[in-house]
Protein backbone atom coordinates (compact mmCIF):
# COMPACT_ATOMS: atom_id res chain seq x y z
CA UNK A 1 0.00 0.00 0.00
CA UNK A 2 1.40 3.52 -0.93
CA UNK A 3 2.18 5.77 2.04
CA UNK A 4 -0.05 8.62 2.25
CA UNK A 5 1.45 12.04 1.38
CA UNK A 6 2.34 14.16 4.17
CA UNK A 7 1.32 17.85 3.13
CA UNK A 8 2.46 19.99 6.27
CA UNK A 9 4.43 19.46 8.98
CA UNK A 10 4.10 22.03 12.16
CA UNK A 11 5.48 22.11 15.70
CA UNK A 12 2.70 20.15 17.25
CA UNK A 13 0.52 18.78 14.37
CA UNK A 14 1.02 16.46 10.67
CA UNK A 15 -1.50 17.02 8.43
CA UNK A 16 -1.61 14.13 5.28
CA UNK A 17 -3.54 14.26 2.30
CA UNK A 18 -7.34 12.82 2.94
CA UNK A 19 -9.37 10.29 1.95
CA UNK A 20 -12.06 12.54 -0.05
CA UNK A 21 -10.77 15.57 -2.26
CA UNK A 22 -11.10 18.51 -0.28
CA UNK A 23 -10.05 16.84 3.14
CA UNK A 24 -7.17 16.08 5.22
CA UNK A 25 -6.17 14.02 8.19
CA UNK A 26 -4.90 15.97 11.49
CA UNK A 27 -2.24 14.48 13.31
CA UNK A 28 -1.32 15.36 16.83
CA UNK A 29 2.27 14.98 17.88
CA UNK A 30 3.33 14.60 21.67
CA UNK A 31 6.12 17.22 20.72
CA UNK A 32 5.70 19.85 22.59
CA UNK A 33 7.13 23.16 22.05
CA UNK A 34 7.19 27.32 23.53
CA UNK A 35 9.36 30.57 22.45
CA UNK A 36 8.74 29.68 18.69
CA UNK A 37 10.38 25.97 19.26
CA UNK A 38 13.26 27.06 21.54
CA UNK A 39 12.23 24.37 24.53
CA UNK A 40 11.02 21.06 23.10
CA UNK A 41 10.13 18.04 24.81
CA UNK A 42 8.24 15.06 23.78
CA UNK A 43 4.88 14.53 26.56
CA UNK A 44 3.98 11.20 26.21
CA UNK A 45 0.09 11.06 25.62
CA UNK A 46 -0.10 15.26 24.94
CA UNK A 47 -1.73 14.56 21.17
CA UNK A 48 -3.96 11.91 22.29
CA UNK A 49 -5.73 14.64 24.69
CA UNK A 50 -5.43 17.06 22.43
CA UNK A 51 -7.13 15.17 19.78
CA UNK A 52 -9.90 14.25 22.32
CA UNK A 53 -10.04 18.27 23.37
CA UNK A 54 -10.02 19.53 20.32
CA UNK A 55 -12.39 17.39 19.16
CA UNK A 56 -14.84 18.13 22.22
CA UNK A 57 -14.69 22.00 21.29
CA UNK A 58 -15.02 21.18 17.72
CA UNK A 59 -18.20 19.73 17.69
CA UNK A 60 -19.58 21.71 20.71
CA UNK A 61 -19.24 24.85 18.23
CA UNK A 62 -20.72 23.11 15.67
CA UNK A 63 -23.52 22.37 17.49
CA UNK A 64 -24.26 26.20 17.92
CA UNK A 65 -23.79 26.59 14.65
CA UNK A 66 -20.00 28.30 14.23
CA UNK A 67 -18.62 26.09 11.41
CA UNK A 68 -15.37 24.41 11.93
CA UNK A 69 -13.31 22.32 9.77
CA UNK A 70 -13.64 19.12 11.80
CA UNK A 71 -14.83 16.42 10.65
CA UNK A 72 -14.60 13.33 12.53
CA UNK A 73 -12.13 11.88 14.95
CA UNK A 74 -10.08 9.04 13.38
CA UNK A 75 -8.37 7.29 16.21
CA UNK A 76 -5.95 7.90 19.07
CA UNK A 77 -4.21 10.83 17.46
CA UNK A 78 -5.99 11.54 14.00
CA UNK A 79 -9.09 13.54 12.86
CA UNK A 80 -10.36 14.17 9.41
CA UNK A 81 -11.00 17.61 8.91
CA UNK A 82 -12.03 20.11 5.31
CA UNK A 83 -9.11 21.63 3.64
CA UNK A 84 -9.34 25.19 3.83
CA UNK A 85 -6.77 28.18 2.74
CA UNK A 86 -5.16 28.80 5.99
CA UNK A 87 -5.78 33.19 6.44
CA UNK A 88 -1.84 33.70 7.93
CA UNK A 89 -2.79 35.42 10.86
CA UNK A 90 -3.64 34.00 14.37
CA UNK A 91 -6.64 35.42 16.22
CA UNK A 92 -6.41 35.93 19.99
CA UNK A 93 -9.11 36.96 22.52
CA UNK A 94 -8.36 37.68 25.66
CA UNK A 95 -10.94 37.69 28.55
CA UNK A 96 -8.02 38.77 31.49
CA UNK A 97 -4.61 39.96 31.22
CA UNK A 98 -1.87 37.52 30.76
CA UNK A 99 1.30 36.45 28.80
CA UNK A 100 1.91 38.71 26.39
CA UNK A 101 -0.63 41.26 26.90
CA UNK A 102 0.77 41.82 30.02
CA UNK A 103 4.32 41.74 29.54
CA UNK A 104 3.85 44.22 26.38
CA UNK A 105 1.80 47.08 28.29
CA UNK A 106 2.94 46.41 31.61
CA UNK A 107 -1.12 45.18 32.92
CA UNK A 108 -0.89 42.48 36.04
CA UNK A 109 -1.37 39.29 35.05
CA UNK A 110 -5.09 37.85 36.41
CA UNK A 111 -6.21 41.69 35.43
CA UNK A 112 -10.11 41.14 34.79
CA UNK A 113 -10.36 42.88 31.15
CA UNK A 114 -13.43 45.96 31.29
CA UNK A 115 -14.67 43.42 27.67
CA UNK A 116 -13.28 40.71 25.83
CA UNK A 117 -9.93 42.16 23.37
CA UNK A 118 -8.93 40.57 20.28
CA UNK A 119 -5.35 40.79 18.54
CA UNK A 120 -4.34 39.60 15.31
CA UNK A 121 -0.52 38.21 14.72
CA UNK A 122 1.13 37.76 11.64
CA UNK A 123 1.69 34.01 11.30
CA UNK A 124 6.06 34.01 10.80
CA UNK A 125 7.84 31.76 12.86
CA UNK A 126 11.15 34.32 11.27
CA UNK A 127 9.45 37.32 12.83
CA UNK A 128 8.50 35.48 16.00
CA UNK A 129 4.67 35.92 14.76
CA UNK A 130 4.51 39.70 15.59
CA UNK A 131 1.45 41.23 16.72
CA UNK A 132 -0.75 43.31 13.67
CA UNK A 133 -3.05 45.75 13.28
CA UNK A 134 -5.91 45.87 11.13
CA UNK A 135 -4.81 48.80 9.15
CA UNK A 136 -1.32 46.43 8.45
CA UNK A 137 -3.92 43.25 7.55
CA UNK A 138 -5.92 45.55 4.51
CA UNK A 139 -2.70 47.16 3.68
CA UNK A 140 -1.11 44.15 3.35
CA UNK A 141 -3.55 42.16 1.96
CA UNK A 142 -3.06 38.85 4.34
CA UNK A 143 -7.85 39.50 4.57
CA UNK A 144 -9.76 41.49 3.76
CA UNK A 145 -12.29 44.16 5.58
CA UNK A 146 -15.00 41.51 5.60
CA UNK A 147 -12.01 38.67 6.65
CA UNK A 148 -11.84 41.03 9.33
CA UNK A 149 -15.52 41.51 10.41
CA UNK A 150 -16.04 37.63 10.16
CA UNK A 151 -12.72 36.85 12.41
CA UNK A 152 -13.83 39.27 14.85
CA UNK A 153 -17.30 37.52 14.89
CA UNK A 154 -16.00 34.06 15.13
CA UNK A 155 -13.78 35.16 17.97
CA UNK A 156 -16.48 36.44 20.14
CA UNK A 157 -18.75 33.52 19.25
CA UNK A 158 -16.08 30.47 19.84
CA UNK A 159 -15.17 32.90 23.41
CA UNK A 160 -18.76 33.07 24.61
CA UNK A 161 -18.90 29.29 23.89
CA UNK A 162 -15.95 28.35 25.22
CA UNK A 163 -16.08 30.26 28.31
CA UNK A 164 -19.09 28.73 29.26
CA UNK A 165 -18.26 25.15 28.80
CA UNK A 166 -15.38 26.10 30.64
CA UNK A 167 -16.94 27.88 33.22
CA UNK A 168 -19.14 24.74 33.66
CA UNK A 169 -16.24 22.89 35.18
CA UNK A 170 -14.88 25.26 37.32
CA UNK A 171 -12.09 26.97 35.05
CA UNK A 172 -11.81 30.10 33.57
CA UNK A 173 -10.97 30.93 30.10
CA UNK A 174 -8.53 33.84 30.44
CA UNK A 175 -7.52 33.68 26.86
CA UNK A 176 -6.93 31.72 23.20
CA UNK A 177 -5.55 31.70 20.25
CA UNK A 178 -7.84 30.09 17.46
CA UNK A 179 -6.85 29.78 13.37
CA UNK A 180 -9.06 30.41 10.51
CA UNK A 181 -9.15 28.84 6.99
CA UNK A 182 -11.59 30.04 3.58
CA UNK A 183 -13.52 27.21 2.75
CA UNK A 184 -15.15 27.41 -0.61
CA UNK A 185 -18.46 26.04 -1.51
CA UNK A 186 -19.54 26.89 -5.11
CA UNK A 187 -19.30 30.03 -5.57
CA UNK A 188 -19.26 31.40 -1.97
CA UNK A 189 -16.79 31.04 0.43
CA UNK A 190 -16.71 31.50 4.07
CA UNK A 191 -14.46 31.16 7.29
CA UNK A 192 -14.00 28.48 9.26
CA UNK A 193 -12.39 27.54 12.60
CA UNK A 194 -9.30 25.24 11.54
CA UNK A 195 -6.56 24.10 13.11
CA UNK A 196 -6.79 23.14 16.67
CA UNK A 197 -8.52 24.48 20.02
CA UNK A 198 -6.72 22.75 23.33
CA UNK A 199 -5.01 23.57 26.19
CA UNK A 200 -1.97 24.17 24.05
CA UNK A 201 -3.57 27.21 22.68
CA UNK A 202 -5.77 28.39 25.20
CA UNK A 203 -5.04 30.01 29.27
CA UNK A 204 -7.34 27.80 31.97
CA UNK A 205 -6.86 28.69 35.30
CA UNK A 206 -9.20 27.05 38.17
CA UNK A 207 -11.98 28.99 39.06
CA UNK A 208 -11.10 28.20 42.96
CA UNK A 209 -7.05 28.19 43.06
CA UNK A 210 -6.18 30.06 40.24
CA UNK A 211 -3.88 26.93 39.27
CA UNK A 212 -2.78 26.61 35.82
CA UNK A 213 -4.32 24.05 33.67
CA UNK A 214 -2.77 24.70 30.06
CA UNK A 215 0.53 25.29 28.09
CA UNK A 216 1.93 27.85 30.80
CA UNK A 217 2.56 24.70 33.04
CA UNK A 218 5.58 23.73 30.16
CA UNK A 219 6.48 27.22 29.65
CA UNK A 220 7.00 28.09 32.96
CA UNK A 221 7.98 24.67 34.36
CA UNK A 222 5.35 24.86 36.61
CA UNK A 223 4.60 20.94 37.19
CA UNK A 224 3.28 18.05 35.25
CA UNK A 225 1.77 19.23 31.54
CA UNK A 226 -0.04 16.02 30.91
CA UNK A 227 -1.77 15.82 34.20
CA UNK A 228 -3.14 19.12 34.28
CA UNK A 229 -4.41 18.45 30.68
CA UNK A 230 -6.06 14.96 32.03
CA UNK A 231 -7.20 17.31 34.71
CA UNK A 232 -8.99 19.55 31.86
CA UNK A 233 -10.55 16.63 30.02
CA UNK A 234 -11.75 14.57 33.22
CA UNK A 235 -13.76 17.61 34.31
CA UNK A 236 -15.09 18.27 30.89
CA UNK A 237 -16.00 13.94 30.71
CA UNK A 238 -13.37 13.60 27.34
CA UNK A 239 -10.85 11.25 28.98
CA UNK A 240 -9.42 8.86 26.16
CA UNK A 241 -10.30 5.70 25.60
CA UNK A 242 -8.33 2.70 23.91
CA UNK A 243 -9.83 2.40 20.53
O1 LIG B 1 1.57 34.57 24.44
P1 LIG B 1 0.25 35.27 24.41
O2 LIG B 1 -0.14 35.88 25.71
O3 LIG B 1 0.15 36.27 23.26
O4 LIG B 1 -0.83 34.14 24.08
C1 LIG B 1 -2.21 34.41 24.05
C2 LIG B 1 -2.97 33.09 23.86
O5 LIG B 1 -2.72 32.56 22.57
C3 LIG B 1 -2.54 32.01 24.85
O6 LIG B 1 -3.68 31.24 25.21
C4 LIG B 1 -1.57 31.15 24.05
O7 LIG B 1 -1.60 29.80 24.47
C5 LIG B 1 -2.12 31.29 22.65
N1 LIG B 1 -1.06 31.24 21.62
C6 LIG B 1 -0.94 30.12 20.81
N2 LIG B 1 0.02 30.09 19.83
C7 LIG B 1 0.86 31.11 19.64
C8 LIG B 1 0.76 32.25 20.45
C9 LIG B 1 -0.21 32.28 21.44
O8 LIG B 1 -1.71 29.19 20.94
N3 LIG B 1 1.78 31.04 18.68
Known amino acids: MARRRMVYEGKAKILYEGPEPGT ?11 GNGEKHE ?5 GVLNNRLSEHFMTGLA ?3 VPTHFIKRLNMREQLVRA ?8 VVRNVAAGSMSKRLGIEEGTQLPRPI ?8 DLNDPIVSEEHIIAFGWATQQDLDDMVSLGL ?33 RLIV ?13 VETGQKLDKDVFR ?14 KRLGVMPRQN
Open 24 to 34: LIQFFKDDTTA
Open 42 to 46: LIEGK
Open 63 to 65: SIG
Open 84 to 91: VEMIPLEV
Open 118 to 125: IEFYLKND
Open 157 to 189: RVNDFMSGMMMGVGIKLIDFKIEIGRAFEGDFQ
Open 194 to 206: ADEISPDSCRLWD
Open 220 to 233: RDLGNLSEAYTEVA
